[in-house]
């Protein structure tokens, strides 16, 4: 008998102190130790939330839901605005728009649509460890919603590309559901920039908003200098080691699936969830908007950190109340305007004064982080993870045969008057089966193994 209660007495003990834990862990603890992110970096976020909020409009000359201090944008520079009835359940809507101000060519894509069932089909097109892609693997459904866009509007980009003098930079954005689309978009457009008229990789953005977990550690980190996911404090897709598929298929009990995800990350070794090349993440480099603290009440001034994080990277849940309301583009498109102008008010470069960071210092301040994270990550064994000078090969080896491609692809091009298609990169990645369905052809890197 005494052995059994001193049995129940550990039990308790151990699940109190995992409650006490897990209730104490607040979503700014995740950002504790990350530097501030500048003004300079983080300014085009709020106007990117912006351009996803328009794809929800019908008419943008007379907008039905303008968020606060308007949309911002010129109505006559968009160029195209697709709706459900276009896309016919293969991607999320979205729109093309031509920012001749920041010289930027953006195509925006909005999120989850809970009456929608082609977006549940999206999601559910998934399995753990089904889908490899550059030594790495990703969401399968995403990446086919993303090769059907291309297939769509890759003619329309380059197009925009070249008729803009090759100056302006590409710039993929979404939220939600749409930013695991525009993450593997940019996957896919760095590693066949041929198509696109040869444009280089530093012309290349993605800012993916409240974004999906939608490809494994390596790629993460690798991908780091294209793609930036924001995240508004306790948001909990970000988080949210459990696939897609599943979240969304409990959607209406979602605090009952994320409290049992909680108690079962906690008993998985660190080591374990690295280790794991099917383990998705959220993309790319973090922007992490805090606005509240422990036992506080209020939002407070929001504040924004950045890092590239390898181990540690939002891998536990916030058991909090605003889990799901931090998600809400309106929320992040809101406190990343407050975020900004607090930035630039506290920031002490005027006429007189010289900026504290230098634009060129905060850029090799930031290549200096991406490349220390490569680092780490090959240091911790992540599978299929590269060294920062195995990368930067790879990445000269493979420019100059970029260039060829480019140029043949110009000249048959001229000759022929036909478009690039990117139904020639669907054949290399998938296959179809007797049923006439898709299927995965075996990645070269898994066949390493």
Known sequence: MSVSCGVECVFVLGFARWMWKRCTHVGSDDSATWPAATAEEFEAVPRVCRLILAVYETDLHNPQFPPAGGYKLNP?????????EQTLGRAPPYLIYTDHDKKEIVLAIRGLNLAKESDYKLLLDNRLGRQMFDGGFVHHGLLKSALWLLNQEGDTLRRLWEENGRQYSMVFAGHSLGSGVAALLALVVVNH???????????????????????????AVKYADVINSVILQDDFLPRTPTPLEDIFKSI??????????????????????????????????MYHIVERRFCRCGRYPPEVRTAIPVDGRFEHIVLSCNATSDHAIIWIERESQKA??????????????APKVQKFERLKT??????????????????????TSEDQSHEDEREPSHAKREDASETKQ?????????????????????SGDLTLNKDAAASKE
Request: some cysteine; proline content about 6%.
């Open 366 to 387: 930031i290549e200096k982080e991406h490349k220390d994270a490569l680092d780490r990550a090959v240091s911790l064994n992540i599978p299929h993870a590269v060294a």
């Open 193 to 219: 920039r041929d198509k696109l008229g040869g444009i280089p990789r530093n012309k290349v953005r993605c800012h993916a908003v409240a974004p999906a977990r939608c490809m494994s550690l390596n790629l």
């Open 76 to 84: 006559d520079w968009v160029v195209k605005r697709v709706a459900y």
């Open 252 to 285: 209406f009990c979602l605090p009952c699936l994320l409290f049992l995800v909680c108690l079962r990350d906690t008993f998985i070794p660190e080591e374990r969830k690295l280790r794991d090349p099917r383990r998705l993440y959220a993309p790319g480099r």
């Open 340 to 353: 900004v102008q607090l930035m630039k008010e506290s920031s002490p470069g005027t006429i007189i004064t």
């Open 414 to 434: 001229k000759s022929s008057g036909k478009s690039a298609n990117w139904d020639q990169l669907v054949e290399k990645l998938f296959k179809k089966s007797e």
